[in-house]
């Protein structure tokens, strides 16, 4: 495995497999992986030759009383797992060479963004579209893996895609749970043990949706009451939005129908957890 950490090194390198007709699959992160990020290599891997990942913890995507300064970082592990996986390029690139000094140019993708997560993050997503668009242009794929854990980026990201023309296909990888349900995340390290106990009721809610989609409900504001509900009765949940929307569009839904996406957002002591389902009603 190849570890690459500036944007020039990348180019090159994506210049010479491209103009060896292989194909280029792509991995963004975080870091501090886990078996959710591991799913997103393997799916990478079914469609491409050469498979990058990247580990770079963007600060433009963070607001002002976020966690960037405390969010788990482990180069070393992350290093070890990456090479496992059959990763071949690591990009690792640092602050000043993604944001070098006098930068001044962002992405934004208007509209969606204001909805759900970008509602009480608003600058969140115009961090995430500059990052991505960013690395497209270092790492040059033919294909990214984005996983669905973060259903609303996945969107912006094929918004963004479509509407500036990269010539990169999107994918979504199905969400990584633990056994017990809850959403695999480096978020997850901040829990205490009562903590990580009440956040199983974001996955358990989002079972009782479907069940009482299942039984016949069709109230979209029904649905979000009995799941806003089960959230609410554990002591250290704090719900930031429970939604009901279209998968495709994020429009807002009264009766539930069609490709639904119910989303949520909850603080559970300081920690901001976020789940979803995706249902074909
Ligand atoms: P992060 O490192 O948290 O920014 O996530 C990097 C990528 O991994 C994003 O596309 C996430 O949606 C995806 N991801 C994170 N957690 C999971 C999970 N539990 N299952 C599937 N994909 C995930």
Known sequence: ??????????????????????????????????????????????????????????????????????????????????????????????????????HRTFVEVEDITRRLCGASRPAHFRGVTTIVAKLFHAVQPHVAVFGQKDAQQAIVIRRMAKDLNFDVEIA?????????????????????????RDA???????????????????????????????????THNRIDYVACVDAETLDPLETVSGRVLIALAVSTGRTRLIDNIILDV
Request: proline share 6%.
């Open 1 to 102: 495995m190849k570890i690459i950490t500036t944007v020039r090194e990348m180019q090159a390198e994506a210049r010479r497999i491209r103009s060896a007709g292989r194909i280029i699959g792509f991995v963004p992160t975080m870091g501090f992986l886990h078996a959710g990020h591991l799913s997103l290599i393997r799916t990478a891997r079914e469609k491409a030759d050469i498979i990058v990942l990247s580990i770079y913890v963007n600060p433009t995507q963070f607001g002002p009383d976020e966690d960037l300064s405390r969010y788990p970082r482990d180069f070393d592990r992350d290093e070890e797992m990456a090479r496992r996986a059959g990763v071949d390029i690591l990009f690792y690139p640092s602050d000043s060479e993604i944001y070098p000094p006098g």
């Open 172 to 196: 979504v990888a199905p969400i990584v749970r633990e056994p017990d349900g809850l959403a695999m995340s480096s978020r997850n390290t901040y829990l205490s043990p009562d903590e990580r």
């Open 200 to 234: 199983l009721a974001l996955y358990e809610s989002l079972r009782l949706a479907e069940e009482r989609i299942r039984s016949g409900e069709r109230n979209a504001g029904v649905i979000i009451e009995s799941v806003a509900a089960h959230i609410r009765s554990k």
